[in-house]
């Protein structure tokens, strides 16, 4: 299986920049996954990485380097909305499910 | 929108009663997914389903069991509700898009008392 570790918390101030990390162990990296989840809301999809290298959609960013077994989500030009929960999801091919398995998910909390 | 719809979307249930959450999907998806989520565990897989008939245990599947006798429904059953099964439960569904992203419904919000 996997052992994904993301930062429990974040702050950041509206306008500002944050990154969030994501790391992971897996045997048969096969994707990996960000989502965003409002509180009391399902998650939504934001990006999708699977080759190195950053990915850019709008105000939202995500890096991956599969060597390093490391991504981040890049958030910039912060707004109040943008305060939820960023969860990491790791697929693996080991197994043969292809089925994500989500970190714990780290709450970010934006402030005027 | 990925056509998912949770139905019902909150319950409150007695410890010991059976409870059944059903998803219903309209686009067709082969793959289904049950997840619960909990704070301090995140998403859990309880149990997915690859094809009507075709269902498999996830990392927390003691206490469910799944049915899907058709394409468009996916069903979830706690035969004999317990307080450690009041959760949320999320249905989701494999997308047809490059990344083969998982969609997530609205979710189902369970209370055992």
């Known amino acids: 299986g996997q052992n994904i570790d993301q930062p429990t918390e974040m702050t950041a101030t509206e306008g500002a920049i944050v990154q969030i990390n994501c790391t992971y162990q897996?045997?048969?990296?096969?994707?990996l996954f960000w989502y965003q989840q409002h509180a009391g809301e399902a998650p939504t999809f934001l990006s999708y990485?699977?080759?190195?290298g950053l990915e850019e959609k709008g105000r939202f960013s995500s890096f991956l380097s599969r060597s390093k077994g490391y991504s981040y989500l890049l958030l910039k030009e912060l707004q109040m909305k943008d305060s939820a929960s960023y969860l990491c999801a790791v697929r693996d091919s080991s197994g043969g499910s292809y089925i994500p398995t989500f970190g714990r998910g780290t709450s970010l909390i934006v402030h005027p | 929108d990925a056509g998912i719809t949770q139905s019902p979307r909150h319950k409150v249930t007695e410890t010991g009663t059976p409870v059944t959450l059903r998803c219903h999907q309209t686009e067709n998806h082969r793959y289904m997914y049950w997840y619960r989520q909990d704070p301090g565990h995140g998403l859990r897989l309880i149990h997915y389903s690859y094809g009507v008939k075709d269902t498999d245990k996830g990392e927390v599947s003691d206490g469910y069991s799944v049915s899907r006798s058709k394409t468009e429904d996916f069903l979830l059953t706690l035969e004999s509700a317990t307080s450690s099964q009041t959760s949320v439960y999320f249905c989701a569904i494999r997308g047809a898009d490059s990344g083969n992203t998982i969609y997530f419904g609205e979710g189902s919000w369970l209370t055992v008392v």
């Open positions: 897996t045997s048969g990296f096969n994707g």
């Open positions: 990485n699977v080759l190195d």
